[in-house]
T-cell receptor, first 113, second 115 residues
Framework: KNQVEQSPQSLIILEGKNCTLQ??????????LRWYKQDTGRGPVSLTI?????NTKSNGRYTATLDADTKQSSLHITASQLSDSASYIC????????????FGDGTTLTVKP | EAQVTQNPRYLITVTGKKLTVTCSQN?????MSWYRQDPGLGLRQIYY???????DKGDVPEGYKVSRKEKRNFPLILESPSPNQTSLYFC??????????????FGAGSRLTVL
């Protein structure tokens, strides 16, 4: 069964600090991995998307890494801001049926002043 | 503005009363999908559509129906809602659902309460 596990479940950091969120998956065969940011009560918004051949992708202060061998991804947030407080969701699509995506439960990040 | 529009945004209904949540996108996307999100759980896929007249079950399709008669619309139908369908629902679309990079654009969500 395809699964996506994210850690930690929740995280509290001080404004200006860096943090790293983890995503482990067992989806096979792998097609792509996406990170989304979801503000409370709103729809998720795409941050990055990576295919098999990509190891790193950045979007401003967000940098995602992918290790397809170990089936792990991380999302690093640099110089956190209060507006980074949100849920971060890792989504993995399988190559055999890209119409179906497996979502992680998300990491809830709280940035405090 | 490119967007996915869901209606209604909020709805309280009673058990057994049929309802439809509409979803429309203006980006000429081929792929559309419905998800539900419950407290403590991640987004779970209900149904998806790779193109017009092509729909398929996601992970939690029981109690739901969909149709894709036009490219822009993908309504979610609850024929006989039950309290366990109380949830926050999201519709999403992407340019295509095939292999490769398919970024989803999500709607704002529809909060449904079934009494």
């Amino acid at each position: 069964k395809n699964q996506v596990e994210q850690s930690p479940q929740s995280l509290i950091i001080l404004e200006g600090k860096n943090c790293t969120l983890q995503c482990n998956y067992t989806v096979s065969p792998f097609s792509n991995l996406r990170w989304y940011k979801q503000d409370t009560g709103r729809g998720p918004v795409s941050l990055t998307i990576m295919t098999f051949s990509e190891n790193t992708k950045s979007n401003g202060r967000y940098t995602a890494t992918l290790d397809a061998d170990t089936k792990q991804s991380s999302l690093h947030i640099t110089a956190s801001q209060l507006s980074d407080s949100a849920s971060y969701i890792c989504v993995v699509s399988a190559g055999t049926n890209a119409g179906k995506s497996t979502f992680g439960d998300g990491t809830t990040l709280t940035v405090k002043p | 503005e490119a967007q996915v529009t869901q209606n209604p945004r909020y709805l309280i209904t009673v058990t057994g009363k049929k309802l439809t949540v509409t979803c429309s996108q203006n980006m000429n996307h081929e792929y559309m999908s419905w998800y539900r999100q419950d407290p403590g759980l991640g987004l779970r896929q209900i149904y998806y559509s790779m193109n017009v007249e092509a729909t398929d079950k996601g992970d939690v399709p029981e109690g739901y129906k969909v149709s894709r008669k036009e490219k822009r619309n993908f309504p979610l139908i609850l024929e006989s809602p039950s309290p366990n369908q109380t949830s926050l629902y999201f519709c999403a679309s992407s340019l295509w659902g095939g292999d490769g990079a398919n970024v989803l654009t999500f709607g704002a969500g529809s909060r449904l309460t079934v009494l």
